[in-house]
Nanobody
């Protein structure tokens, strides 16, 4: 089970850090990612991180501004969002996929088998 939190209202140019905490003891066996969905738009990939944290991937729209990281000891994955833009406003979802043997990152939403409930990010201009 995943629980995302940390969203809120921020001015353009500001920062937020999202967190996603997973229940269970085998979080280190899950590759994880963040997706977002704005009103009237499809869910889109934002960032992903391998289960070890050694590999990451970002959507072009957030490269250089967002950073994904994880702390397996705390069963938590983070998304640090800097230089936020109004177009970053969306509901952000964390996702996890059990993958005990590879160190790949997953950018395709269809490959994730667990999803958090979403946290709203609003960016005012």
């Amino acid at each position: 089970q995943l629980q995302a939190y940390g969203g809120g209202l921020v001015q353009a140019g500001g920062s937020l850090r999202l967190s996603c905490k997973a229940s269970g003891r085998t979080f280190s066996r899950y590759t994880t990612g963040w997706f977002r969905q704005a009103p009237g738009k499809e869910r889109e990939f934002v960032a992903a991180i391998s289960r070890s944290g050694g590999s990451t991937s970002y959507a072009d729209s957030v490269k250089g501004r967002f950073t994904i990281s994880r702390d397996n000891a705390k069963n938590t994955v983070y998304l640090q969002m800097n230089s936020l833009k109004p177009e970053d406003a969306a509901v952000y979802y964390c996702a996890a996929d059990y993958d005990a043997y590879s160190l790949r990152v997953i950018t395709n939403a269809a490959e994730y088998d667990s999803w958090g409930q979403g946290t709203q990010v609003t960016v005012s201009s």
